[in-house]
């Protein structure tokens, strides 16, 4: 027993460091051509600790604890199909091995191995204080970064700064207003576990904050996911959990006030894309490549991984921008690389995930709290992959990841303590 518990301890450890880890893009480790970024290089400790610890069990315990596979079914359609593309295409091997470094990666590491440790609220309490550590570091170095550019600079925005020589948060503002949109939502979460006016008063004024540095990034698509939060976040609070009928008066004047305060930055945004116009066009040109592909292999694609050779081929791109991108966004990604079926079925994946998550805030209104902040992190942080290339990685999928699990242990305590859910989630 006392080993059983040091071994999920030991886990829990590795999952806190993944998640405080997560704004960190810029550490990477190296093993001949193979390059393993930090937070992945911890994941990949974690699942060979934790499948150490099943074969333990197997060997030492009389009733060893299944390993829970959430949604296993719609993931495994989705990787099959993309091995499918894989062996269709010229390089196979390396597609192969893409579908499997990325794909089949990022589920058992940053899905199936929280789902196997984080099993109380206490847990789940810790590594939001982890994420919002981490989340209000980047911010303040964001917003510090306000006082080292010109004003007067067309492209002055808060933004990702060096540490020590080292750009460990990336270099692109995109990948601060990514995680700082997720954090946000993540830091009104910690409201349910605290009863203080003062706390919650400060979480408030914390949240406020990272509102304010993601504003403050000019950028369209975090704009654009945190009125989507917003609005499904009062949506679902007033209509579903409150019942109560909207005012339209109330809500004209909330609109009034909120553009009033908003217009500054939205006068300088429509100031700053005018001299980022090219931006957009690569994007378009990106799509069209991503509709081409799709034309020549509409229903496996070409393959994991390819979707840079696709760009690389197009003279036109490489022409006016250079080296070739990767794919900014989860849908032109999927449907050039594994086709149709392949965006399908990750659409269907993701569709089960957060209808599990959605019915759970409704079915547990009395805890809104946590899982309310939950559900809009976790979708809003998936939504911004529509225009931005972290489809694959913990930053995107941990927070879903947290949401599935809250509401698995609710409803788990709710019915049959002890006894997991049954919904859509498997054991083998």
Request: hydrophobic share 55%.
């Amino acid at each position: 027993m006392q080993a059983g518990v040091f071994q999920n301890k030991f886990l829990l450890f590795f999952l806190y460091l993944i998640s405080f880890f997560l704004p960190v893009i810029g550490w990477s480790f190296y093993f001949k051509s193979l390059e393993i970024p930090f937070v992945d290089l911890l994941a990949l400790l974690a699942l060979f600790f934790l499948f150490v610890s099943k074969i333990h069990d197997y060997f030492t315990s009389y009733h060893p604890k299944k390993i829970s596979l959430p949604f296993f079914g719609a993931f495994l359609i989705f990787f099959l199909i993309a091995v499918i593309s894989s062996f269709l295409n010229p390089g196979e091997l390396g597609s192969i091995w893409y579908s499997i470094r990325w794909v089949l990666f990022f589920y058992i590491a940053f899905i199936v191995f929280p789902f196997n440790v984080l099993g109380e609220l206490k847990y789940l309490k810790n590594i939001l204080i982890l994420i919002t550590i981490s989340g209000l570091f980047l911010a303040v170095v964001g917003f510090f970064s306000l006082f080292l550019q010109d004003l007067s600079d067309p492209f002055f925005r808060s933004q990702p700064l060096p540490l020590f020589g080292d750009w460990i948060f990336g270099q692109n503002y995109n990948l601060m207003a990514e995680f700082l949109i997720i954090v946000a939502f993540l830091v009104l979460a910690l409201k349910y576990f605290y009863k203080s006016f003062r706390v919650c008063r400060f979480l408030d004024v914390l949240f406020v904050f990272l509102v304010l540095v993601n504003l403050l990034t000019f950028g369209r698509t975090a704009w654009l996911t945190l009125l989507l939060q917003v609005v499904t976040y009062f949506s679902i609070y007033y209509l579903i959990i409150k019942r109560e009928k909207l005012n339209v008066r109330d809500i004209l004047i909330a609109f009034f006030f909120l553009a009033v305060l908003v217009s500054p930055f939205f006068v300088r945004a429509i100031n700053l894309q005018e001299v980022n116009f090219s931006s957009t066009q690569n994007r378009v040109l990106l799509t069209k490549i991503s509709w081409e592909a799709l034309k020549d292999k509409p229903f496996f694609g070409h393959g994991g991984g390819e979707f840079i050779s696709l760009v690389s081929d197009n003279t036109r791109f490489v022409a006016k921008y250079g080296e070739p991108l990767d794919s900014h966004g989860f849908g032109q990604k999927i449907i050039a690389e594994y086709g149709l079926l392949g965006i399908i079925s990750f659409l269907v994946f993701l569709f089960l995930i957060f209808r599990f998550i959605y019915k759970g805030v409704i079915n547990n209104k009395e805890h809104y709290k946590l899982l309310l902040p939950l559900f809009v992190a976790a979708f809003g942080g998936y939504f911004y992959q529509l225009f931005n290339t972290s489809y694959y990685k913990g930053r995107a999928w941990i927070p879903i990841a947290l949401a599935l699990i809250a509401v698995s242990i609710l409803e788990r305590n709710k019915n049959n303590p002890g006894i997991k859910i049954k919904s859509n989630i498997k054991n083998v």
